[in-house]
């Protein structure tokens, strides 16, 4: 049907389809120019360098973190770094790609996009992660298969802690600690070798990558003497 003369329906809807998707990227590409005007700015009032360029690699440059080892086609761009303080840090966004094959056997493409921010730390660290619960782990711990828990009931529902060493972990979560995390936004720490990272689920806003920098040294800073020594 043509509506009376007019322009038939299908191709109607089909040039609306095309206008919202022309929309949309025009939109997201505004969006990203500003992140990264942002994040420059950033850069510039911290005394920070930045690179919006893909850099591969990096899972070789952080071997002790395995969440940048997966996939294909990794790389890390919009690459924040220089001295925060008395830490030097490097902070960036981080993509990697996995496949599948659909009911029809074709394959899909799967495009994981995280931040990650990092800090340098001057002196060793054993391996611990400290990550928001989740359901999984809910059902885990119903077969056996537990975290570490802590005396704040509430700190251990809300985060789920390994670490090969208990001891070490209740002395670098210690009380003022495990309420500091429990006022920070819901990241991911990894601790290992002289690292933290600090890793989001997904992109970072450009004033949550200082948030992440800023969480990673203050759990560094508080980290006892007596658990500086390994």
């Not at 495009?111 to 990650?116: A, G, T």
């Not at 600690?177 to 689920?201: I, T």
Request: glycine content about 8%; proline content about 4%; hydrophobic content about 40%.
């Amino acid at each position: 049907m043509n509506g009376g003369g007019g322009i038939p329906v299908p191709f109607l809807l089909f040039g609306v389809f095309i206008a919202v998707i022309i929309v949309a990227a025009i939109f997201s590409h505004q969006q990203e120019k500003k992140r990264l005007e942002e994040l420059r700015q950033y850069a510039d009032a911290k005394g920070l360098t930045f690179d919006e360029g893909k850099r591969r690699g990096y899972h070789s440059r952080y071997l002790e973190f395995d969440f940048l080892d997966r996939g294909s086609n990794r790389y890390a761009h919009n690459i924040l770094a220089g001295k925060v303080g008395a830490f030097s840090i490097e902070a960036f966004d981080y993509h990697y790609e996995t496949h599948s094959r659909d009911s029809d056997g074709k394959r899909k493409t799967h495009h994981h996009r995280f931040s990650v921010a990092i800090i340098e730390v001057n002196f060793p660290l054993r391996e611990m992660t400290v990550r928001p619960e989740g359901i999984f782990d809910k059902l885990s711990a119903a077969f056996g298969w537990d975290d570490i828990n802590f005396e704040s009931a509430e700190f251990s529902r809300k985060f789920h802690v390994k670490s090969p060493d208990r001891r070490w972990a209740y002395d670098v979560l210690h009380p003022r600690m495990m309420e500091y995390l429990l006022s920070c936004p819901r990241y991911e720490l990894h601790f290992a070798n002289r690292r933290v990272a600090v890793r989001g689920q997904s992109r970072f806003e450009p004033f949550e990558f200082a948030k992440a920098i800023e969480m990673g040294t203050t759990v560094v800073e508080g980290i006892p003497e007596f658990a500086r020594e390994i």
